[in-house]
């Protein structure tokens, strides 16, 4: 029953939120949708669009992530969300259409792509703040990246990959889903995050 979905949100900032829900919504694959035009044809995508505000949606997975640019607040927009999410888990319908799916490159030449922008744009600008990121692969249309130098163990790392790589990289290569840090930010010698002792 969807009544029974539950969803966790989690706002990461007025524009950003992330919602988890207990059950795969497009399972092991994500894709991300940047307007309402390229959502058309993906049920899921069609519904989030329908909410005033929203420019932006990554599906993964169990998690949804959702853009906005409106004022409203998240409990207002969450609640819209995880309507949608419920209305659209009970048609039984796949998140993302197999069309859409199938305007993804191979994994080569979104790595191509990505290893060019991190050359000519990204690295020099966080080599500024004695940072480095490393493209440690690409696997379908998830992008694995490495944060090193200045940006390992910074505290406004996750802010500078959503905000700063994340943008640069999907307006370089619109087709990717998730952009993942492995970075370990509790190694290195100034670590901003600090295992517990035990």
Same mark, same amino acid.
């Given at each position: 029953?969807?009544? @029974? ?13 992330? $919602? ?12 991300? $949708? @940047?307007?309402? #035009? ?9 519904? $989030? ?9 990554? +599906? ?20 819209? *969300?995880? =309507? ?5 888990? /009970?048609?039984?319908?796949? =998140? ?10 191979? =994994? ?5 792509? *990505? =290893?060019?922008?991190?050359?000519? #744009? ?5 080599? /500024? ?25 910074? &505290? ?7 905000? &700063? *790589? #994340?943008?640069?990289?999907? $307006?370089? /290569?619109?087709?990717?889903?998730? +952009?993942? @840090?492995?970075? @370990? ?14």
């Amino acid at each position: 029953m969807t009544g @029974d979905i539950k969803i966790n949100a989690e706002p990461e900032s007025n524009a950003r939120c992330k $919602f988890t829900v207990d059950r795969p919504v497009y399972p092991d694959s994500s894709f991300y $949708f @940047d307007s309402k #035009e390229r959502a058309q044809g993906s049920p899921l995508s069609e519904r $989030f669009f329908q909410i005033p505000g929203v420019t932006g949606v990554l +599906i993964s997975h169990d998690r949804v992530t959702v853009t906005k640019s409106d004022r409203e607040d998240w409990p207002v927009t969450g609640r819209q *969300i995880g =309507a949608a999410i419920r209305a659209h888990l /009970a048609t039984g319908q796949p =998140a993302v259409s197999d069309a859409v799916r199938a305007t993804i490159p191979p =994994a080569a030449e979104i790595q191509a792509k *990505i =290893a060019h922008i991190l050359e000519k #744009e990204i690295n020099p600008m966080v080599a /500024a703040h004695g940072g480095h990121v490393s493209l440690l692969g690409v696997k379908g249309n998830t992008v694995y990246l490495k944060l090193g130098g200045g940006c390992q163990g910074c &505290g406004q790392a996750d802010v500078t990959l959503k905000q &700063g *790589i #994340e943008t640069a990289i999907r $307006f370089a /290569a619109p087709e990717v889903g998730d +952009i993942l @840090d492995s970075t @370990d930010h509790a190694a290195g010698r100034n670590p901003y995050y600090t295992p517990s002792a035990k």
